[in-house]
Nanobody
Framework: QVQLVESGGGVVQPGESLRLSCAVS????????VGWYRQAPGKQRELVAR???????TYGDSVRGRFTISRDNPLHTAFLQLDSLRPEDSGLYFC???????????WGPGTQVTVSS
């Protein structure tokens, strides 16, 4: 059974940092691309960052230069470092994994990030 569990969310002030983790079980992470998405109340889910199985990285325009995605395949864990946080970064952050070639995707339940002064 495939499971994704995000952690590391919380309430921080503008300018502070968080590090999100996505622990994956039931599959070999090396065979998957990893994406982080977020959704704020009343808004559509948007791509934050994506890292392919070959470590090619894509960032959303609003987070480029502030967030860093990474992965540790032997640990079956992906990370998202969030620096210089802004109130508009608040939302529920989801981890997803996409099977290489087939595109089959799994999602985690999400972890809440709130940036407020």
């Amino acid at each position: 059974q495939v499971q994704l569990v995000e952690s590391g969310g919380g309430v921080v002030q503008p300018g502070e940092s968080l590090r999100l983790s996505c622990a994956v079980s039931g599959i070999a992470l090396i065979n998957y691309h990893v994406g982080w998405y977020r959704q704020a109340p009343g808004k559509q889910r948007e791509l934050v960052a994506r890292i392919t199985n070959a470590d090619r990285i894509t960032y959303g325009d609003s987070v480029r230069g502030r967030f860093t995605i990474s992965r540790d395949n032997p640990l079956h864990t992906a990370f998202l470092q969030l620096d210089s946080l802004r109130p508009e970064d608040s939302g529920l952050y989801f981890c997803s994994i996409e099977r290489v070639l087939t595109g089959y995707t799994y999602w985690g339940p999400g972890t809440q990030v709130t940036v407020s002064s």
